[in-house]
């Protein structure tokens, strides 16, 4: 039973989100742990008339380089692009972002559509997330996504202490209730997102929910942002701030900014897992590393990271001089 209720979640995903019909070519990227959840995707697009194909990453992780044969075989669907989706199913694991941001780039570079839920569970395929109304969610994101034409600047704040001021002028907001040839976006979906001028964000990050790939916070984490760089990261445990010093050393870009998202999904649930967690109504997230796959995005980083927090308040300061409360307490005005 829970195979038919994975199956069915993959099955609204394919065909409201990614298209996918009796002349598409399926990509399935899996491993061990997560074998079941790309057998789903796989059987749900089979259902659709699909071609299919299955790989399975190393047991060996996390994995330093991608695999000497995945590069050749995502190639290999270039001539029939326009038709072809690849769905990237496998664990999250926090040191494997790099070899994450290569894939993509190599699949989104090919010119097919790229569904990428790195840390997905059999959880958020059957209940949830994965099983809501995306046509309707995606008819809330494209009215946000329009009211937010001719933004000069937000300012955001959150009860947490959160109080971020960012240049978006220019930056377009995109969403993943729609892959479109040639772009990836996460499964399960349910946010819209752009990528913030970079050196021009000020302000602090108040972390009361979650860290990608590193779980919910278990004390809230301060981040000091200057010119659109982390200046100063207290807070949390000692065992995160550890970890979150490595992963921001990866190279000079992983403290720079990269994103700002904001979830909008009804039936997401914070759990821990930033895949879930960020795509949840009444949260929005911070995230610094690579957004070069986003409008105007000049971040090259080798990594990307989520910070996100709850109730955000999102005042938009127009080109021509107008404010509006877009967001308010986690709510969409109006």
């Known amino acids: 039973m829970t195979a038919e209720k994975m199956k069915a979640g993959a099955l609204n995903a394919l065909k409201t989100i990614l298209k996918v019909g009796k002349r598409s070519t399926v990509l399935v990227v899996t491993d061990g742990p997560k074998l079941p959840i790309g057998q789903a995707f796989d059987a749900a697009a089979r259902e659709l008339g699909a071609e299919t194909f299955m790989y399975k990453l190393p047991a060996e992780r996390p994995i330093k380089a991608l695999p000497s044969d995945l590069p050749e075989l995502v190639d290999s669907y270039k001539p029939r692009a326009a038709d072809t ?197 009444g949260t929005a997230h911070i995230a610094f590393g690579n957004n070069t796959d986003m409008p105007g995005g000049k971040n090259s980083s080798g990594t990307h990271r989520d910070f996100l927090f709850h109730r955000p308040t999102i005042e938009v300061t127009y080109e021509d001089g107008r404010t509006e409360t877009l967001i308010e307490d986690g709510e969409v005005t109006r």
């Not at 809330?140 to 937000?154: D, I, P, Q, T, Y």
């Not at 978006?168 to 040639?182: A, Y």
């Not at 001028?197 to 108040?206: Q, W, Y």
Request: net charge neutral.
């Open 85 to 281: 989706v690849f769905i990237n199913a496998f664990s999250g694991l926090a040191e494997e972002t790099p070899v994450r941001i290569q894939l993509i780039k190599r699949e989104m570079a090919v010119g097919a559509k790229v569904g990428h839920a790195p840390g997905i569970t059999a959880d958020m395929m059957t209940r949830g997330p994965m099983n809501v109304d995306y046509r309707a969610i995606a008819r809330s994101a494209w009215r946000l996504m329009k009211r937010f034409e001719g933004a000069r600047s937000v300012r955001i704040t959150a009860p947490g202490g959160t109080d971020l001021t960012l240049d978006i002028s220019g930056r377009d907001f995109e969403t993943d209730l729609e892959i479109k040839n040639g772009s990836m976006g996460n499964l399960p979906a349910g946010e819209i997102w752009c990528g913030p001028v970079e050196d021009r964000g000020s302000g602090l990050i108040v972390v009361d929910g979650s860290v990608g790939d590193l779980g919910q916070m278990r004390k809230p984490l301060r981040i000091s942002v200057v010119d659109g760089r982390v200046d100063d990261l207290r807070g949390g445990t000692p065992a995160v701030l550890r970890r979150l010093d490595a992963l921001m050393k990866v190279d000079e870009q992983a403290r720079v900014i990269g994103e700002l998202g904001i979830g909008l999904n009804p039936g997401a649930r914070i759990t821990g897992n930033l895949l879930e967690d960020e795509k949840a109504g």
